[in-house]
């Protein structure tokens, strides 16, 4: 995976709108390494701001949507999908990112050019279930298209037994 170095090339401030005019204060890897976090600061107005780098690949993979369909990947829309499903839930931006981030590195690993939406949010779910099991419920019933009352019961019974099965094992390993 190359990163283009861009140590030196200015940016435009976003406050005084002035080019050319920033140095680069601090870089860092950022995301497992897939991207570069770098801290400016605007000589024009004295103004500091981070700018992100990143590898340009989402834009050679493209998801195949279950109308047949196919759009490039955006790991945007895993995220706009997961803080509808942690709406009000005690999951941080944080830990939504690193989600977001593992499933983009699975996807990448896999894929070369092409993902089916399925599988994606298959992926978004398994790493879901383990973070927040009422944020995963709900991204379940979009992900799974539930229809009937039903299947929300069906689904947090089988949460509910993994995770008594999950707790039986702990208490078996240190009781």
Known sequence: MLLCSTVGT???????????????IDSRLTESGA???RRRECQACGRRFTTKERVDEEARIFVAKKDGSRVP????????????????RRVTVDELNALAAHVEEEILAEFDREVPSQLIGAYVARRLRELDKVAYVRYASV??????????????????????RDTDGQQQLFG
């Open 143 to 164: 992900y799974r298209d539930f229809q009937e009352p039903d299947e929300f019961i069906e689904e947090v019974i089988e949460l509910k037994e993994v995770s008594e």
């Open 73 to 88: 990947f955006d790991r945007g829309k895993i995220l706009a999908g997961l803080e509808k499903a942690c709406y009000k």
């Open 35 to 37: 991207a570069i976090r």
């Open 10 to 24: 200015s940016m435009r401030c976003p406050f005084c709108k002035v080019t050319d005019k920033d140095k680069v």
